[in-house]
């Protein structure tokens, strides 16, 4: 069995990679990144490690890379032979691998099940990517290539090993996938099938990251680098919680979670950013913040809707705040969002960027 992987980033070999090899498939990595990709080609192998007490570690072996850009031939060869293909490159990325993708995908001379999946933080992101792939082939693509949505969850900071293929990751993972769009009879040990994906991805979407969201911006102002600094705060953990308060209200309004159970998630999570076996900046938490301020994710969806229900907003409101103050230079969003402020106002910022109403935006200015 052979799987061409997307990004080999941190989710994608902590991750995805590790799923993929533990159910018995031989991984391609496509990648940009040349020095990933030489380490790759010249080791075949690297460890997952397990950040708890006493965390175990894991050898992926049987891996290789190529270069989307420079190995076309290898990424052909590769796509024509792969049973599935995941994606973890970041939302904004999955055009330019539709691009890169959908001749290799036209020219395979195979009907066999080929299962094609984005694992990004974002809501339907695998039909995000099928339709940028359609619209580069004219709709026509061999039968039986079948595109589920997901969800995937597990924390994987930013490395710093000596091995630079070597990952870090925390002991919990969840991997959602839609059900009905998988082909073919081979599905995955370690993944969840579901039929319908939303509840569980926008339960995701709406703890895990707009929490995150919440310890990141709030605790940069505050001075703090890494989110188990920031969790030492009693103010970030307070603060945290009324986000989370928050946001169980759109999950239990809009499906059948109960507030019990959602109470039990957001204590896993809470640990789970708590993890003193990992260290997390809260830079790369924070990071694309154009994309986290827009209007389908995990901070403007939760709070036009509790705003619309006249139902309490007001953590959520700050967050936008938080989120304005995010300084951070390496984030190419954070400087674009900075030059946009000072041209439109935070006004016409938050108009036109999270397509935020007049009265919304003015609760949010006097938040904080
Ligand atoms: N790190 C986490 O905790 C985590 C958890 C769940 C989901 N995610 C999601 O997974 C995705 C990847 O996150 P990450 O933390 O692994 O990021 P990352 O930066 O570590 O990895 C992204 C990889 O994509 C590669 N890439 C960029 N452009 C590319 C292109 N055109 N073609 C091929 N490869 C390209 C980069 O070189 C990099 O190796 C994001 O959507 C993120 O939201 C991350
Ligand atoms: O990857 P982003 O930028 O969408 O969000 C940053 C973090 O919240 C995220 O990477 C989490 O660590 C991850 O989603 C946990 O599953």
Known sequence: MKAVHFGAGNIGRGFIGK?????????TFADVNTEIIDALNKDHEY???????????????????????????????????????????????LPIIAKTLAPHLANRQTDKPLNIIACENAVLATDTLKTAIFSEVNETLPSNVGFPNSAVDRIVPIQKNDNILDVKVEPFFEWVIEKNSWVGEDTLAGVNYVEDLMPYIERKLFTVNTGHAGIAYYGKTLGYTTVSEAMDDEKVVSYLKQVLEET????????DFTEVEQKQYIEK?????KNPYL????????????????????IVKPLVYLHNQNMDHSALSKLVMFALQFNNSDDPEQIEMKQRIEEAGVKGFLSEHSQLDDKLIEEIRSSI
Do not use: C, M, W
């Not at 799923?19 to 991984?27: C, F, M, P």
């Not at 397990?50 to 989307?68: M, P």
């Open 19 to 27: 799923v993929l090899h533990d159910n018995g498939y031989a991984v």
């Open 47 to 93: 460890t997952v490690h397990i950040s708890e007490e006493n965390g175990a570690s894991y050898k992926i072996s049987g891996v290789n890379g190529v270069h989307t850009a420079n190995d076309p031939d290898q990424l052909s060869e590769a796509v024509s032979q792969a049973d599935i293909i995941t994606t973890a490159v970041g939302v904004n990325i």
């Open 248 to 255: 169980t209200l759109y999950l239990t309004h809009n499906y």
């Open 269 to 273: 999570i809470i640990a789970r950013f």
């Open 279 to 298: 260290s997390d900046d809260l830079d790369r938490v924070g990071r694309g913040v154009l994309r986290k301020l827009s209007p389908n994710d995990r």
